[in-house]
């Protein structure tokens, strides 16, 4: 019986080991094999997914975000870089668009070849253009990168061209991703699947093709269907080294609700149809995107609940308190018809007439899956006090008794000019 139930265990274990790994949050199944990834909603802030997102890993060409970034931030798209020769060399087997020593290219094809091609040359470029040096830039970025939140990044190349010393995380990459993707112009380069750089000075036009699979409908090498494209996907960023692996930082978004994905360290060889990186990052988005709607939970103006206002007229006891704006929460789509009660929290203080209609007189907390909203609740009404009541009564009361006693002078003036008028024409 022992022998049995020992063995149980070991198979047990063993199947946890061979298994992929996987999250369940609400029922959406996430599979990932890559060791380090992140799943975010873009709408909520909400982490959906992590597997060691917090461990350093090295970022290899997804480095080329804050590259862009910075390039955004201090250039304009129609200026001009001209290639030095410093900025062209790269260590062996790097990507390099063969840019020419002395050659003139816009800012814009410049972003074009570093975000749609990964051209390594193009990044220094970038980098000399706008800090004057490698070294310049890359403390520009871990600047940046504190900046924007970063708790574990330090560049030290616009590239991503490996070193020690330059690493990032699976949560860091997401928060530059999501930093970048609110401009609009990195948004449209990421999700480019194809351009064509003019010729230059020094060059013939070069034709790019994305290298980010999810948005390639057909491969290009094999001119067959591409198991990787993702009709949702719009963007943004490949990377790899020996050391790094391969990493992909990935977008997706449908009816306005979006996610980014991040995967580093994924398995070093690829093929056609076996890349880990694009699969992981395809199976993360699309779970999201059929599992989760953003749905309008209230809706302004809803009644949240009714109140006693204690000194109010005996007919404006009872308040009706209003949601001031829409709520609207990440569900999944299976919880649609939930009904999420609010947390309400009252200002005991301001329930006390007199009350404006308007007047904020509270909060509604609404929570799902450990995400939160809040409201004010406001009031549906103008509500008056007794002693208000009271002494506007009052006010009331004195201001008639002065029209009466003005009537009752008035009409005794007249009275008396006609008793006048009567003795006047009996003396005639």
Not at 151 to 159: A, D, I
Not at 202 to 223: F, H
Not at 355 to 373: E, H, M, P, Q, R
């Amino acid at each position: 019986m022992k022998l049995k139930k020992l063995c149980f265990i070991l198979l047990i274990m063993i199947l946890a080991l061979i298994m992929p790994f996987s999250c369940y949050s609400n029922g959406a199944t996430f599979n990932v094999n890559s060791p380090s990834a992140i799943l975010y909603n873009v709408n909520t802030g909400k982490i959906l997914y992590e597997k060691n997102a917090y461990e350093k890993k090295y970022p290899a060409s997804t480095t080329k975000m804050m590259t862009a970034i910075l390039t955004l931030e201090n250039c304009n798209l129609n200026d001009t870089a001209t290639v030095s020769s410093t900025a062209i060399i790269l260590p062996p087997g790097y990507i390099s668009a063969n840019l020419q020593v002395g050659e003139v290219l816009t800012i814009n094809d410049l972003l074009h070849l570093l975000l749609i091609v990964s051209s390594n040359d193009a990044a220094n470029v970038l980098a000399e253009h706008i800090a004057g040096s490698v070294s310049n830039f890359s403390n520009m970025m871990n600047n940046k990168a504190k900046e924007i939140g970063c708790l574990n990044t330090h560049f030290v190349n616009p590239n991503g061209v490996q070193n020690v010393n330059h690493y990032s995380t699976a949560y860091d990459l997401c928060l530059i991703a999501n930093y970048a993707m609110k401009n609009e112009t990195f948004k449209k380069l990421v999700s480019t699947d194809s351009y064509t750089v003019p010729a230059t000075n020094k060059y013939d036009e070069r034709k790019l093709t994305n290298t980010n699979l999810l948005l390639q409908q057909v491969n290009e090498k094999t001119n067959t269907k591409n198991i990787y494209y993702y009709e949702y996907a719009i963007g943004i960023k490949t990377g790899y080294t020996d050391q790094a692996k391969n990493c992909l930082v990935a977008a997706a978004s449908k009816d306005g609700v979006e996610f980014i994905s991040v995967v580093l360290g994924s398995a070093l060889h690829e093929s056609d149809n076996n890349s880990e990186r694009f699969a992981d990052s395809k199976n993360l988005l699309e779970t999201a995107i059929n599992n989760y709607c953003m749905f309008p939970v209230k809706k302004a103006n809803d009644l949240i609940t009714t109140v006693k206002i204690p000194n109010a007229l005996p007919w404006k006891k009872n308040l009706k308190l209003l949601l001031e704006n829409d709520v609207t929460l990440l569900l999944e789509k299976k919880d649609m018809n939930l009904e999420i009660q609010p947390e309400i929290k009252l200002f005991e203080e301001k329930l006390n007439a007199p009350i404006k209609k308007g007047d904020i007189l509270g909060t509604a907390t609404f929570t799902y899956n450990g995400t939160s909203v809040t409201s004010n609740i406001v009031a549906s009404g103008n509500v008056s006090s007794n002693e208000q009541f009271s002494k506007n009564l009052k006010i009331f009361g004195f201001i008639a008794i002065i029209i009466i006693w003005r009537m009752h002078v008035v009409k005794n003036k007249k009275k008396k000019r006609a008793r006048m008028r009567r003795r006047q024409n009996r003396g005639a």
